[in-house]
């Protein structure tokens, strides 16, 4: 994981912004000290795109998208998806995605999280990881048990869980209205309606008392937005470069 978020760091726009990597490392280890039972180094990055979607590396590293970051309306969304991103690390998911694929060998790999690269080639954007292209692609299975940990995290950590499927229904009603500014979470992150009906079913199965004065939103949150819609516009990506050889 260390070597990757290595790669991750120099080849993506990653916010360096004191006040942005404070706010967003509160808010990330506060919801991993719940659920993690590993006693990992986490750690949390806002990268600088206008694309919407997030990513995890295994062994504890989270990365969040400025566009998606634009879209969360609430503390308690923008926590939704950490926590999920933060349940495919425990849940050990993206161990299992290098170990299955056959194009994975010798360690190295390459997440394509910004854009649909894997379909349209370099032009586009993408992490390389020693040379080898790997679309980074959860099952359903993968994110029904993502989206169950991070209710369970979120719960745990105070925040309330209604903000997930809030978060799903701004992502799906975005996907009808600009399809190509959430192409890169969709293709990353199969999302349906029934991802709503489930979680909002797990969120239900908790009594009452359990769900009371759980946090929405914060002023701290509000703050964090406004600091990251003042910073310089996201830079254009850039082709993805690779290094090494996948023989």
Known sequence: ??????????QLPIIRDAQIVTYVNTLGNSLAAVTDTRGLAWHFAIVDTKEVNAFAVPGGWVYVNRGLVARAQSMDQLAG???????HVTLRHSVQQMQQSDQVNGG??????????CESG?????????????FAKFSRQDESEADAEAV?????AGIDPHGIPAMFRILLAERQANPTAV???FATHPLEESRITATNAQIAGYPASQLRNLKIDTDAFQQFKRRLASLPPSPTP??????????
């Open 1 to 10: 994981g260390a070597t990757y978020a290595t790669q991750i760091d120099t």
């Open 81 to 87: 998806v950490i926590a999920h991103e933060i349940g």
């Open 108 to 117: 190295l790999m390459a997440l394509c999280t910004l854009t649909k690269v």
């Open 122 to 134: 370099a032009a586009k954007t993408a992490i390389s990881v020693g040379g080898t292209a790997l």
């Open 152 to 156: 369970k995290t979120t719960i745990k």
């Open 183 to 185: 192409d890169a979470f």
């Open 238 to 247: 850039k082709a993805a470069t690779t290094t090494g050889s996948s023989d």
